[in-house]
């Protein structure tokens, strides 16, 4: 059905009064602005760089102050499921109006090219539109509301949904995560985004390591339209394979993930950024949450890695020697953030291990590093695996609730475009979310778990279930086992190691270039393998390098090379050592990694 396209003249508040034609349609809204020499000024906000609108009404308080609500007629992104909130929220709109105006608030993030230092960056707009033309409130709100349901078909209409799609999302938080912040960082920084795109989720807090994956593994996913890990890469790894070793995984891996970074590493979250070339640094958190309601998700390679007693699957990295060294034993640093990372660099350096062993890879055929790059891999047919179970603890569902009425005592007449470099604390809380939301979702938390209304026996009868069952299930490719030996296609390397580091996405770390040629879905496994005999300066070369994408030498030489592959082999010949998958440690002994290209969904930026 053709969207119909809205337009109408407001008045801007400032001194000079202009006039200002608003026009909304689906590629946004135009504000033209009629200055008094008679020319016009067109300033477009992108339908894809707003996230959503509200209706908003004012009254005032027992105080006298002015207060900020919801329309009643809109539903809130955080309802709860038994419908208490609905109720409540009508009564918050029963009040006299001495002010007969309406408003629309629209709330967009919009590229900012021009900002200090030439930073690009995402500066939060607030686009606002006063409606009084007709003589009573009603008459203007449902004038207001009418804009308000154009804004959202439009965006709906671009997303590629309707508006009666359920598009919850289901967010797993660590706690535990980078510096500890990640619950607070959520609230504070992802929530208020995603009240304004009305986007509603059911949030569970992890208990402990490995809760993630189980709850993932059994949880019923059909009503989410999306699996977000609020944490560090070490948490999204643990939902990757809660996903692909359910039984349904062939349906569940088309559930696009997302991440927001609130871990040490963060290498996922920077490398979808960097791919899509959107700005990362300073507003990580902000360009995360944003891509969580893009709509948008691109295919990712996963790597199958098989061990004697266990299958997993990675999407960013296997390591064993120095880089995984620094990793896990930096973990003591870790209130520390990512500066734990440089000094255990140091410390390694000077103390520099060498490990015995071979390594046996299969390359990618006729790959050439320049042209080939850009190439889609040809995604595998899958088949299924199987592996052993693990017990597990029990679990509850949970969601937010959040609160619709803001205090505020200042409010701007007619128009007005907003924007987060003039913008006062004062001003984003004067918007209908507000920290006071926040404050009201942390009553809710009960030992660190959100209750949700909806499915509260769901995932507790299936992780009773799934007890009682033995093998789980999962993709595989078409590799040897690990007890096989490798075919005479491989090519086998035998000596000491410094280091053996795969990598399959741009990033290891925000601060960790690793791959600059990595593409999401390009099939290929970019092996680096540093050999006994580096010198430290060439060594200290390389480590510095990493920041910037230079450590690799252009050709491979003696010491340093890296190669792309598709599947890859190391075979340790001590028993002591630190192998790392995504960044956390697994059972030391041989390994065996194959490409198996595209098979889940990444949410992507617009
Ligand atoms: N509630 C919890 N308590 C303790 N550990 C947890 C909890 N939830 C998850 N974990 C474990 O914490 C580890 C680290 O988590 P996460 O990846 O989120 O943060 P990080 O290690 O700081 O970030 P990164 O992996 O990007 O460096 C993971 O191995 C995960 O299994």
């Given at each position: 059905m053709e969207l119909e396209e809205l337009t109408d003249i407001f008045y801007t508040?400032?001194?000079?009064g202009q006039v200002c034609r608003v026009k909304l349609n689906a590629s946004g809204f135009t504000l033209q602005r009629e200055s008094t020499g008679g020319r016009s000024r067109e300033q477009v906000i992108d339908l894809n760089d707003i996230v959503g609108s509200r209706c908003i009404v004012v009254k005032k308080d027992r105080r006298g102050c002015s207060m900020l609500c919801t329309s009643a007629m809109q539903t809130d992104?955080?309802?709860?499921?038994?419908g208490d909130d609905t109720k409540r929220k009508s009564n918050s709109v029963t009040f006299e109006h001495k002010d007969a105006s309406a408003y629309l608030y629209v709330f967009a993030y919009i590229l900012n090219k021009k900002h200090l230092r030439n930073i690009i960056r995402r500066e939060r707009t607030v686009l606002k539109l006063r409606f009084?033309?007709?003589?009573?409130f009603g008459d203007n709100m449902r004038e207001a509301e009418r804009w308000y349901q154009t804004v959202r078909a439009f965006k709906g209409h671009s997303l590629g949904h309707s508006d009666t799609d359920e598009r919850r999302i289901l967010v797993l938080l660590n706690?535990?995560?980078?510096?500890?912040?990640a619950r607070e960082i959520f609230n504070r920084q992802v929530v208020p985004v995603l009240n304004e795109a009305e986007q509603s989720y059911d949030l569970h807090v992890t208990k402990h390591a490995n809760y993630a994956r189980e709850f993932i593994r059994v949880k019923i996913l059909d009503n989410y339209s999306g699996i977000v890990a609020v944490g560090g890469d070490g948490l999204f790894f643990e939902i990757l394979n809660g996903l692909l070793m359910r039984a349904d995984w062939m349906e569940a891996r088309n559930i696009p993930l997302g991440i927001v970074p609130c871990g040490s590493g963060n290498g996922l979250a920077r490398s979808i950024a960097h791919v899509c070339g959107e700005p990362y640094e300073p507003k990580p958190i902000l360009g995360a949450t944003l891509t969580l309601l893009s709509g948008k998700s691109m295919p990712m390679d996963v790597v199958r890695i098989q061990q004697q007693n266990q299958i997993l699957y990675s999407f960013l990295s296997v390591g064993w020697g120095l880089i995984s060294d620094i990793d896990i034993e930096s973990e003591r640093l870790r209130s520390l953030g990512y500066q734990r990372f440089t000094i255990w660099t140091l410390h390694r350096l000077i103390s520099l291990r060498t490990y015995r062993g071979k390594v046996s890879y299969l390359p990618k055929?006729?790959?050439?590093?320049?042209?080939?790059?850009?190439s889609l891999a040809d995604p595998l047919p899958l088949k299924h695996s199987r592996s052993c179970n693990t017990c597990l603890d029990k679990l509850h569902n949970g969601c937010f609730q959040s609160t619709d009425c803001i205090e505020t005592s200042k409010y701007y007449d007619v128009i007005s475009l907003q924007n987060s470099i003039n913008q006062s604390l004062q001003s984003r809380c004067d918007s209908w979310f507000s920290p006071a939301s926040c404050r009201s979702t942390y009553h809710s938390v009960s030992e660190s778990i959100y209750h949700s209304v909806?499915?509260?026996?769901d995932a507790e009868s299936r992780l009773q279930l799934s007890n009682l069952s033995v093998h789980l299930c999962g993709p595989t490719g078409s590799a040897p086992t690990l007890d096989e030996p490798v075919p005479s296609t491989w090519v086998v390397e035998e000596g000491e190691f410094v280091m053996v580091h795969a990598a399959y996405q741009t990033h290891l770390g925000s601060d960790c270039y690793f791959v600059p040629q990595a593409k999401f879905n390009d099939g290929i496994i970019y092996i680096v393998i540093i050999r006994s005999g580096i010198s430290r300066s060439q060594l200290l070369n390389f480590l510095m390098g990493m920041s910037s994408g230079t450590h690799v030498p252009i050709t491979n030489n003696e010491y340093v090379k890296m190669v792309p592959v598709t599947a890859f082999r190391i075979e340790p010949y001590d028993n002591e050592g630190i192998l790392t998958v995504d960044g956390e440690r697994i059972e030391f002994g041989p390994l065996q990694a194959e490409m198996l290209p595209g098979v889940v969904h990444v949410m992507a930026p617009k």
């Open positions: 508040s400032d001194k000079k992104g955080n309802r709860s499921d038994s009084r033309s007709f003589d009573t706690p535990k995560s980078g510096s500890g912040k055929e006729s790959f050439n590093m320049e042209s080939d790059t850009m909806a499915d509260e026996s």
